[in-house]
Structures are given as C-alpha cells and as structure tokens.
C-alpha cells in the first residue's frame, strides 16, 4: 500500500492542472455510468450517500486550495 501512495504522489508531482482534469472527468463520467446502473427504489439512498462523500471530501479540498490562495497573495 505504501508503494502504491508513493507512485500517485509521484503522479501528482508530474502532472499537470490539464491531467488533473482530465481525472476529474473521468471519475465524474465513471460516476454517472455507476448512477445510470443503479436501480430505482435504491437512487434515493445512493443519492444520499453521493452527497455526504461530496461534502466530506470537498470541504478539506477547498480549505486547501484557499490556504494556496492566501500563501501565495502573502
């Protein structure tokens, strides 16, 4: 495992803002092919769960990004 957090830290370290794109849309895409498959009685629950993981990783995202901002204006 740690092999593994080595190499996407490397990754990260050579990619770009495009390939970090491209990341996004590619796991965006995977999740509404996932949305597309699941079925009716259980879209609500899944929705659910869809957006508390949104916010639970979206919140430390944005605080890090705003502490570059600020790092950088200072």
Sequence with gaps: M???FYYA???I?????KDLALIK????SMGILAG???PEKRK????????????VTYIPL???F???VREKEE
Excluded: D, H, P
């Excluded at 370290?13 to 803002?17: D, G, N, T």
């Excluded at 849309?25 to 965006?28: E, I, K, V």
């Design 66 to 68: 705003i502490s570059v």
């Design 9 to 11: 830290n490397q990754y």
């Design 44 to 55: 609500e629950r899944a929705g659910i769960i869809a957006a508390f993981v949104f916010t």
């Design 13 to 17: 370290q050579k990619s770009s803002w």
């Design 36 to 38: 597309i498959s699941i």
């Design 62 to 64: 944005m605080m890090k």
């Design 25 to 28: 849309f590619c796991l965006f």
């Design 2 to 4: 740690k092999k593994l």
